[in-house]
């Protein structure tokens, strides 16, 4: 028997346990005789950098911006029409084709932010919102461009309602991040 455990027996049942009490964390208790500190904290690598990049906060609410306006943009009036006192508007939703454009793009770009609010600079997702937003803007530019060049009809006037421009602000939202990033135009 060693010297500790006579001493134990010697004392009796007061003492209690003859191991020692381990703290909570999992921070390993100190028997006496042991060195607290074995590992030299110098030789010990602790990694100092993030693991991830950090996000662009501000070009990531920008192109959530965008997504959301376009999409706001396709419920929105795009043409009006007004003969003498009576006014209508038909809104994107209406439009058929274009307007199912611009929502499936809005959505797709939607699920594209996600990687942009974690920190990803990636130049694949920087060219998704490069080509989504072109796609918006192309939409918009035709649709725009249909309703300027209709005829004058017997007092009947089409004009091109808030829908549209909504559409081309969300385009260029997307857009604009996307061109003004440095990093992303860095080919290493």
């Known amino acids: 028997m060693s010297e500790?455990?006579?001493?134990?027996?010697?004392?009796?049942?007061?003492?209690?346990?003859?191991?020692?009490?381990?703290?909570?964390?999992?921070?390993?208790?100190?028997?006496?005789?042991?060195?607290?500190?074995?590992?030299?904290?110098?030789?010990?690598?602790?990694?100092?950098?993030?693991?991830?990049?950090?996000?662009?906060?501000?070009a990531a609410l920008v192109l959530s911006a965008g997504v959301v306006v376009s999409i706001?943009?396709?419920?929105?009036?795009?043409?009006?029409?007004?003969?003498?006192?009576?006014?209508?508007?038909?809104?994107?939703?209406?439009?058929?084709?274009?307007a199912w454009i611009v929502l499936i793009v809005g959505i797709l770009a939607a699920g594209a932010t996600g990687p942009v609010w974690n920190g990803s600079r990636s130049f694949l997702v920087n060219i998704l919102f490069i080509v989504f937003g072109a796609v918006?803007?192309?939409?918009?530019?035709?649709?725009?461009?249909?309703?300027?060049?209709?005829?004058?009809?017997?007092?009947?006037e089409k004009s091109v309602g808030i829908g549209l421009p909504i559409v081309l602000i969300g385009g260029i939202l997307m857009i604009l991040p996307t061109v003004l990033d440095k990093r992303t135009w860095k080919f290493r």
């Open 136 to 156: 918006l803007l192309v939409v918009a530019a035709i649709e725009m461009s249909e309703v300027n060049s209709y005829q004058l009809v017997s007092e009947v």
């Open 4 to 58: 500790e455990e006579k001493s134990l027996e010697d004392v009796g049942e007061d003492v209690g346990s003859a191991l020692p009490h381990t703290p909570p964390l999992g921070i390993k208790a100190v028997r006496p005789g042991e060195d607290p500190n074995p590992l030299e904290m110098d030789d010990v690598d602790v990694p100092v950098g993030r693991e991830r990049p950090a996000g662009n906060w501000l």
């Open 72 to 98: 706001i943009g396709t419920f929105l009036p795009w043409v009006e029409i007004s003969e003498n006192q009576y006014q209508s508007n038909l809104i994107g939703w209406d439009q058929g084709g274009s």
